[in-house]
């Protein structure tokens, strides 16, 4: 099922869209019945993250496309940034 970014983004203002973003790591992590996606993007000092039934093929050194949004996540009682992805696509 495809998404459409635009209209993602008329529903929730929040919302970012980034276009060709270059991926520095992709890890891929087992969270009980999910894979945890972990991105980080070149010249971005917080992580990407979303969830999928299974692994992806690599995406270190792609180029994508991310619809995301700011959160915090707490580690250790210290909150930290992540950017909860939505939507991703490789370009």
């Known amino acids: 099922m495809q998404s459409d970014p ?7 203002d929040e919302l970012i869209q980034s276009d060709v973003l270059k991926v ?3 890890v891929q992590r ?20 979303f ?7 690599t995406l270190r050194g792609a180029r994508v496309n991310l619809t995301y949004y700011p ?12 950017m909860k992805v939505v939507r991703v696509k490789r370009t």
Request: net charge positive; hydrophobic share 35%.
């Open 71 to 82: 959160t915090q996540e707490m580690v250790a009682g210290i909150p930290v940034e992540i």
């Open 30 to 49: 087992v969270q009980d019945d999910w894979v945890l996606h972990t991105l980080m993007i070149e010249g971005y000092d917080v992580p990407f993250r």
């Open 51 to 57: 969830k999928r039934q299974g692994k992806y093929r």
């Open 6 to 12: 635009k209209a993602l983004l008329k529903k929730n």
């Open 24 to 26: 520095k790591s992709h």
